[in-house]
């Protein structure tokens, strides 16, 4: 069976701490995708990477292919960053759909 | 602004009751999907459509319905024969198959 396995489910950190968020998966993928879904419950996508490092301000992605895991870094983190991350993948052998991780709750204290 | 819409926030069915969930986006996207999402669990697609009056099953489409008559909107209807309707939906679209996909604010079922 295909799966996502997030790690960890919930993550407690102080305000300007340094985050990671780790996502394996078990076969094959032609694109994995990081989410952060907010308390009210809207999604917004992050970043779609297939290879590499990928960077948006705070923010850092990375993948590593042949290791199938990817992690997603948070520096100098802040209370705003509190929501659920969420990874998601597209297998070589599914076509366009998307499978999902169950999420990591981040909660940042000030 | 353009963006997702989804109506209503929260969404109240009786037993025995079908009721639609909307979703319209004005992003000129040509793909359009429908997500439910229960705790614990991660998102699961109930339908996708590419294009309009087209769609397709996803992992878990019995119990629900939808139609693709205009690009801007597809809606989806939750059945009598769901039986567990309970649950976070989530509509999304993406300018065309396999791109990155925006979400709407999502609709909160509650079974009465």
């Known amino acids: 069976k295909n799966e996502v396995e997030q790690s960890p489910q919930n993550l407690t950190a102080q305000e300007g701490e340094f985050i990671t968020i780790n996502c394996s998966y078990s076969v094959g993928i032609s694109a994995l995708h990081w989410l952060q879904q907010h308390p009210g419950g809207g999604i917004v996508s992050l970043f779609m990477?297939?290879?590499g490092k990928k960077k948006h301000g705070r923010l850092i992605a990375t993948i590593n292919i042949q290791e199938k895991h990817s992690s997603l870094h948070i520096t100098a983190s802040h209370p705003r960053d509190s929501a659920v991350y969420i990874c998601a993948v597209r297998w070589e052998t599914s076509g366009s759909r998307l499978t999902f991780g169950e999420g990591t709750q981040l909660t940042v204290n000030p | 602004d353009g963006g997702i819409t989804q109506s209503p926030k929260y969404l109240f069915r009786k037993e025995g009751q079908n009721v639609t969930l909307s979703c319209e986006q004005n992003l000129n996207h040509d793909a359009m999907y429908w997500y439910r999402q229960d705790p614990g669990q991660g998102l699961r697609l109930i339908y996708y459509?590419?294009?309009?009056?087209?769609?397709q099953k996803g992992d878990i489409a019995e119990g629900y319905s939808v139609s693709r008559e205009k690009k801007e909107s597809f809606p989806l209807t939750v059945t009598s024969a769901q039986k567990n309707p309970t649950a976070f939906y989530l509509c999304?679209?993406?300018?065309?198959?396999?791109?990155?996909?925006?979400f709407g604010p999502g609709t909160r079922l509650l079974v009465l």
């Open positions: 459509s590419q294009i309009v009056n087209d769609f």
């Open positions: 990477l297939s290879s």
């Open positions: 999304a679209s993406s300018i065309r198959l396999a791109e990155t996909q925006y």
